[in-house]
């Protein structure tokens, strides 16, 4: 993070803003959005020196909810967008919103090149295992054996493991929250956000329409039993063994933010055109 | 001997052999010289080993084409040349210099009557210590075109300083050698070159359009650059990579195209103008994000090189067939400007021209250059500064409610940047309202549509929106890089005494119905030039302009340019 100005007095209320959402009754991406809101008024964050950007999806929607500033982009290159607008603006504070669907799937490469790029900012991707917007198909996370309309008698393939890429690919950062617990999730969202780099975290968020069975998660998820790790390796091997709903940071690194200098170097246009000179 | 306006050269040889090396050479000592000139290189996909022909034109004014036929074909070797046999022509009077133990002469060449003199080029490299053969054919060059020795050194010099003196003096022996033979053998071309005319005293540039398309882009205010590395667009961003820092910017790799069109739609909405550049397959993959901006109307610049395709093609070589994707390739109705460079001078004009646009009116700008200008190598006198630079219209007034999208009468409406408080808004590709919020309803679409087509419509782009020269009932209408070509004909035309009109729009999209008219009054035929298989700008003038009764197309796909000479044969034929 790095917001030019900020503003202690901020209160949760004053991040969210009068656009009404549109998600189910009981959809764990409100309070999301309340775990947002109040990360942003821990840290202070001036809203206009703040941005959310998203790609499409249910998780998707949140900039708008925000009196942030925003961008609602395309289908899984949100983060693409996000990488242009920090190292264009390195003093703004970037927020990246994402699904399963939108981040693993249609998204999938630019996780990869994100992590490893290490641009200071947040990556956020609410998991829910199941595409709700276009209601109901099997994701990247979703179980081989989750019957839908599209994969009848489920898709018989193994789900993808984000929060490995992510340490493979060089993340900075990997934490794993879950949407039920808003303040022990904002408390890693702002942690994530202060953490220099690509910062990753995995919000398991229960999508009540599709995948019912979800709101038992609220009786799985248990805070890691170990504190963070600076190891990816450690990290790697704990999430690969643990039974995917330990919630914490998993891990923190202290590699080097990618951010080029955006100043210039005081050359006269006229100097660039010396070489084109017969 | 009888002078000739302009000499043809063909260097050939196995990629890898300098053939290429030899071409610039050639060109920069001969434009040092005084002369004009021009140079394309045909290769093929392989690094190495391949086959590769530096087609030099040197001539005594500016061309901005190939002639018809080379007068001079130089085969280091003839390994893979009847892969391009179609693009190095020869005719009777041609000399070609062959060496014995190159291989057998393409078919196409030996067909022409061209007078062979068999040269041991490779033989002759073995000879001096760490010489090689491309510095023997330069030699020959230049012993033929009767270039002294001393204005071929400084440029051996001056590129080879950082192989080492070794290397320089193998070259310059290997330069000697080629004349030398000339003179011993006693070769002439039986033409030499005309005086040049006179240059400025401003010194002359030696580039290439893609070189020319970077600078247009920093001139007219691109800060950042995200793209993906493709043939024939790398060397626009190998240009603006280590250029962009110089004045506060930068190049970003992306990981593909995908990310390449987002990351510049990011920068710009941070409020940092920003640009692509890319190919055919390229653009095709930045079609959903070029709606994205043309939706939240965030401005940026897509520059294509356009390449012979569909899908991979002929990665190397030229063609003009993405106007469709370029004009038509958004899904939804989505009003946008496409440009397109006229020259290796033009690339500068037009990109600086289409980043202002992009900029002023908050829209999406694609250029369509073309593997021929953009890595076409021409001495060309310096284009004059022009002052067109990015004027985005930035919100200033957040007293009351700000609305984004607001309806304004221009059409464009006052953009906030983030850092500006009381601006916040989300842009979206969702239908949104005047204040960015998302809405499926009717009057909502309709306004927005509305709008972003006014602010295009609306516009006075004035006289920069095309080329037209000349008067008379017949006009030939080109684009893009066959402007030269169709110019050069019709000064050919002329002076057997007939009048025929020249139009070339570089705006190509919003269309001018009205300008167009205006060009075209009186005209009564109109020739179409297009180096497109399925005519593709003659569809699109056909959708979007009147034309005259009388239209004859002279369209063939890439990547044989369409030479000046067919084009004046299409006017003779239709005139007598």
Known sequence: ?278 | MPEADSISIAILGSGGAGALTAGNFLLEAACAAGWHGLLTRTVGPQIRGGEAAALVRLASSPVECLSEHFDLLIGIDWLNAHRFGAEIEAAPHSLVISDPRGGDLPPVVGRSGARVVEVPIKEMAKAIPGGRPNMIALGIAAGLLGLAEDILTPVIEKRLAGKGAATVEASRAGLKAGMTAVADLDLDLGRRLAPAEPVGSAKRWLVSGNETTGLGAIRGGIRFAAAYPITPASEILEWLAPNLPKVGGVLLQAEDELAAINMIIGASYGGTPALTATSGPGLSLMMEALGLATASEIPIVVIDVMRAGPSTGIPTKSEQADLNIAVYGFHGDAPHLVLAPQSIGDCLFTTQWGVHLAETLQVPAIVLSDQFTGQAVAAIDRPADIAFVGQRTTAVDFSGTYKRYAATAGGVSPMAIPGMRGGQYTADGLTHNEHGNPTSSESDHRAQLDKRLAKLEQFAYGDHWATIEGDGELAVIAWGSLTGAAREAIQRVCRSGLDIRLLAPRLLLPVQPERFAGALAGVKRLLVVEQSHGAQFHRYLRAHYDLPEDVRVLNRPGPLPIKPSEIEQAIMRWSS
Not at chain 1, 14 to 38: N, Q
Not at chain 1, 49 to 78: D, E, L, Q
Not at chain 1, 106 to 135: E, P, S
């Open chain 1, 1 to 278: 993070m790095s917001a030019i100005e900020l503003r202690p007095t901020c209160k949760p209320a004053d991040y969210k803003s009068e656009v009404h959402p549109i998600w189910c009754p009981g959809c764990g991406d409100y309070h999301v959005l309340m775990a947002f809101t109040r990360a942003f008024a821990q840290l202070g964050l001036a809203p206009e020196n703040t941005v959310v950007v998203s790609g499409i999806g249910c998780s998707s929607r949140v900039p708008a909810y925000t009196t942030c500033y925003g961008f609602h982009g395309v289908h899984g290159r949100s983060l693409a967008l996000a990488t242009g607008l920090k190292v264009a603006r390195p003093d703004l504070t970037v927020i990246v919103a994402s699904g399963d669907g939108d981040g693993y799937s249609i998204g999938g490469n630019h996780f990869l090149h994100a992590c490893r790029r290490n641009v200071d900012m947040t990556y956020v991707v609410m998991d829910n295992r199941v595409y709700g917007m276009t209601k109901g198909q099997p994701s990247p996370t979703t179980e081989p054996d989750f019957d839908t309309a599209l994969s009848p008698g489920g898709t018989g393939l193994s789900p993808f493991h984000p929060l490995v890429i992510a340490l493979a690919s060089g993340a900075n950062f990997v934490a794993r929250a879950f949407s039920g617990s808003p303040n022990e999730t904002a408390s890693i969202l702002v942690e994530a956000i202060r953490h220099p780099g690509f910062s990753f975290v995995e919000i398991l968020s229960p999508c009540v329409t599709f995948r019912p069975d979800e709101r038992e998660w609220k009786s799985l998820v248990h805070s890691a039993p170990v504190g963070v790790t600076h190891d990816p390796a450690k990290a790697a091997r704990r999430i690969m063994t643990d039974d995917g709903f330990n919630i914490g940071i998993l891990y923190s690194g202290d590699r080097r933010p990618y951010q080029p200098r955006m100043e210039g170097q005081n050359v006269d246009l006229a100097d660039l055109e010396k070489d084109f000179e017969l």
